[in-house]
């Protein structure tokens, strides 16, 4: 067969067009600047930790070809960020570490006009736990004996958290509620800080996740009294669950990454793509196990079901300890 040279023109230029589009379906989204990876919380805390960690994994693995850059916002129990997160002008180059304030603060302030669901579910990473911590002076090493202590100084036991109305108060409100007291809740920006402050003794007690307290907890400063769990957590064998003292009620925080409202399927795909490779790394699961952080990885249709069923319970919550109507 003679090809003349107008034939070759056109099988050379088909076969450049069907390599692009190849390259188009394997590639349809990659940054092409900076990620601004917004956290919705202060320095020092769990998610801050956790998504400087995954920062980390995705830079040295050179999962992404452009550096996710971690910016804390923490501002009104995460308001900051999610206002933040849905004005980007560029949803695209824009994504959030989350925790139960994506549930809770869009419910407690209406005015921010945020809604969950517009958000583009990346992927949940894990599920943080929680535990109740006293300072080792305090002399308190059970459960039933904070209980006694805590009631008989009313008002002036106080316990920190991460926020007003967030996870750390509604377990704060849950305390009360069931056992008939009347802490006082501080919050704080972080709960790297509520930790230094229990630690420090200017706090009576809180509820830090287990990353959060585990330097003090090592070096015996802090003592975990009950874990808001199921089951007892591995890395305390010796805590009680609340729900061995005769309480129904566990309580998990989400550790997920979404996308800002607007972005693209194909961009959504990618980052989703990358934080698989992160969760599955040895460095996220070593990070996982040290840090008693639960759950598998979850994304697409499954994480959006997800986020309804947290936030119909934590309406539920809300309502019931008299933080919305």
Not at 25 to 40: C, D, L, Q
Not at 295 to 304: A, Q
Request: charged letters at 20%; proline letters at 5%; zero cysteines.
């Amino acid at each position: 067969m003679i090809i003349n040279k107008r034939q070759f023109i056109i099988m050379v230029g088909a076969a450049a067009l069907a390599i692009s589009s190849f390259a188009s379906i394997t590639h349809a989204f990659e940054p092409n600047k900076p990620v601004n990876f917004i956290i919705m919380a202060g320095k020092g805390g769990g998610a801050d930790k956790m998504a400087r960690l995954m920062q980390a994994i995705i830079e040295k693995e050179n999962f992404s070809p452009r550096p996710f850059v971690p910016t804390n916002k923490s501002g009104g129990s995460g308001a900051e960020a999610l206002v933040a997160a849905k004005n980007t002008n560029d949803p695209d180059h824009t994504i959030m570490v989350t925790l139960n304030s994506f549930f809770t603060t869009p419910l407690r302030q209406p005015g921010i006009n945020v809604d969950i669901m517009q958000f583009a579910p990346v992927g949940r990473m894990a599920e943080d736990t929680f535990l109740l911590w006293v300072h080792k002076d305090s002399g308190i090493t059970t459960f039933e004996q904070y209980l006694t202590k805590a009631k008989a100084d009313g008002n002036k036991w106080v316990m920190g958290g991460t926020g007003k109305n967030s996870e750390d108060n509604i377990i704060t409100d849950y305390l009360n509620l069931t056992y008939g007291l009347d802490m006082k809740y501080i919050p704080y920006k972080g709960g790297g800080a509520v930790a230094k402050q229990v630690a420090g003794k200017q706090l009576n007690s809180s509820v830090n996740n287990p990353s959060e307290a585990l330097g003090f907890y090592e070096s015996g400063d802090m003592v975990p009294l009950v874990a808001f769990t199921d089951t007892r957590l591995p890395m305390f064998p010796d805590v009680p669950t609340l729900k061995e003292k005769g309480s129904d009620f566990s309580y998990f925080m989400q550790r997920a990454v979404v996308g800002a409202p607007g972005m693209s399927t194909d961009a959504a795909d990618y980052y989703t793509g990358v934080f698989l490779k992160v969760y599955n790394s040895a460095a996220w699961q070593d990070y996982k196990s040290k840090k008693s952080l639960m759950g598998n990885f979850m994304s697409g249709s499954d994480l959006k079901s997800y986020w309804v069923t947290q936030r119909d319970r934590h309406t539920k919550i809300l309502k019931e300890s008299g933080a919305i109507k």
